[in-house]
């Protein structure tokens, strides 16, 4: 019988704290991304300048495990969906790579740059404490490792820590999606020679910077964009990449296109656009609609789905909390298994004629539905 994470009860806060945590699952049921999430927590202090969204999607599998995301999200409608579509992705990231984990992520309303201050992460913390083991954290964008470690040093439930964990997982996320690329490749090309292809790499963050340098090392031609000026000069100069404008690099005339910034980048209005024929990139939620990956398939593009050649960050911290701890190489050969799992998505969308997106969806519920039927 699995053990249903969602109904453990909270931690009583310190008493005089300013943090409210309040549970919002009855009003994010209006919103068109929520997916029947368990149970949604938002903790707000005025005083320490924090609004939280901590989403726990599905607990089937395990405890829920992802990131936390800070950003300025215009309205907090639009954070909110930004947490509830996130968290849903890591219950599919979590089932389809065998991790025994449940869907879980957080949003912090706020600007990385500006807003994030001691205080604020010091609420954060208490909130994570509060929730009694329901959901594990770690980095996102906005949250830096010296934030992990900061959250780390108050509450035990937080990976990819640099005390006692597995630091950043950006580069072993990199390590994934350059080998769904080569799955990729292999799928569309026969081969999967780098060499004399066009790659465009949108975001040279944390994993689309390593995985530049990876790419680049195998003889591909990049082509870049970030919104920071600093890190396409120096793209540019390291790689001898080609630099297009933000968005822009969409419509690149390359071979495949890897997202690596935010989400929502394939839409009905992009996706036409494309002269790429394979999209595999590390950034969460490429396809601002589901029905997008049909959109792709129409126009012959090989789509990997995000939550499959991402899951790399995932499966590293996630490996922190087995019970012996830690083990690198135990992480790596998990990872390794990224691009047979795209593989075997690839030729099942090609048999059935559906998109790879669906099959993937299919695929993370056949190990959920088998997990409650054990
Ligand atoms: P990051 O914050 O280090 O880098 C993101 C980069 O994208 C920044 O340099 C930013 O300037 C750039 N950017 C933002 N909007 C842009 C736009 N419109 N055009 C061009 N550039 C833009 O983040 P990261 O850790 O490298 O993560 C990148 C993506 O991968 C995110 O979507 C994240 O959720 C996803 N992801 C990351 C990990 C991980 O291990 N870090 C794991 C799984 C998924």
């Known amino acids: 019988m699995l053990q249903s994470y969602e109904t453990r009860t909270l931690r009583p806060l310190k008493s005089g704290s300013s943090l409210k945590l309040t549970d919002i699952t009855a009003r994010a049921t209006r919103l068109e991304a929520y997916d029947g999430h368990e149970r949604i927590w938002?903790?707000?202090?005025?005083?320490?300048?924090?609004?939280?969204?901590?989403?726990?999607?599905?607990?089937?599998?395990?405890?829920?495990?992802?990131?936390?995301?800070?950003?300025p999200h215009p309205t907090f409608e639009a954070a909110l969906t930004d947490a509830l579509r996130l968290s849903r992705g890591m219950t599919y990231k979590a089932a389809i790579t065998n991790m025994p984990y449940g869907g879980g992520k957080a949003v912090i309303v706020a600007d990385p740059r500006?807003?994030?201050?001691?205080?604020m992460l010091e609420a954060y913390a208490e909130m994570l404490a509060a929730?009694?083991?329901?959901?594990?954290?770690?980095?996102?964008?906005?949250?830096?490792?010296?934030?992990?470690?900061?959250?780390?040093?108050?509450?035990?439930?937080?990976?990819?820590?640099?005390?006692g964990g597995s630091g950043n997982p950006s580069p072993v996320t990199a390590q994934g999606v350059f080998l769904g690329i080569k799955a990729a490749l292999r799928h569309r090309n026969g081969n999967d020679a780098m060499s004399g292809l066009r790659i465009a790499v949108q975001g040279l963050g944390s994993v689309g910077?390593?995985?530049?340098?990876?790419?680049?090392?195998?003889?591909?031609?990049?082509?870049?964009?970030?919104?920071?000026?600093?890190r396409v000069r120096k793209a540019m100069e390291t790689f001898h990449a080609e630099a297009v404008a933000g968005d822009a690099i969409v419509a690149a005339d390359?071979?495949?296109?890897?997202?690596?910034?935010?989400?929502?980048?394939?839409?009905?209005?992009?996706i036409p656009t494309l002269k790429a024929k394979i999209v595999a990139?590390?950034?969460?939620?490429?396809?601002?609609?589901?029905?997008?990956?049909?959109?792709?398939?129409?126009?012959?593009?090989?789509?990997?789905p995000d939550y499959v050649i991402n899951a790399g960050g995932l499966i590293n911290v996630a490996t922190e909390l087995d019970p012996d701890g830690y083990d690198r190489e135990a992480a790596m050969t998990k990872v390794e298994l990224i691009p047979q799992t795209l593989s075997?998505?690839?030729?099942?969308?090609?048999?059935?004629?559906?998109?790879?997106?669906?099959?993937a969806q299919a695929m993370g519920e056949e190990r959920i539905a088998r997990a409650r039927a054990a």
Request: charged share 25%; glycine share 10%.
């Open 42 to 71: 938002l903790g707000e202090d005025h005083e320490r300048g924090l609004t939280a969204i901590v989403a726990i999607h599905n607990t089937a599998l395990g405890p829920a495990l992802g990131g936390t995301r800070v950003w």
């Open 114 to 119: 500006t807003d994030k201050t001691p205080a």
């Open 131 to 163: 929730l009694n083991g329901q959901y594990f954290t770690g980095e996102d964008v906005g949250l830096t490792l010296a934030d992990a470690d900061f959250l780390r040093a108050r509450t035990p439930n937080v990976t990819g820590t640099t005390i």
């Open 209 to 230: 910077w390593s995985l530049c340098e990876k790419l680049h090392a195998e003889g591909a031609s990049l082509v870049v964009a970030d919104l920071d000026e600093a």
């Open 254 to 270: 390359v071979d495949l296109f890897a997202p690596c910034a935010l989400g929502g980048i394939l839409s009905a209005d992009t």
């Open 281 to 304: 990139g590390a950034a969460n939620n490429q396809l601002e609609r589901h029905e997008d990956a049909r959109r792709l398939m129409a126009q012959g593009v090989l789509y990997a």
């Open 344 to 359: 075997d998505i690839f030729r099942r969308a090609d048999s059935d004629a559906r998109p790879t997106n669906d099959i």
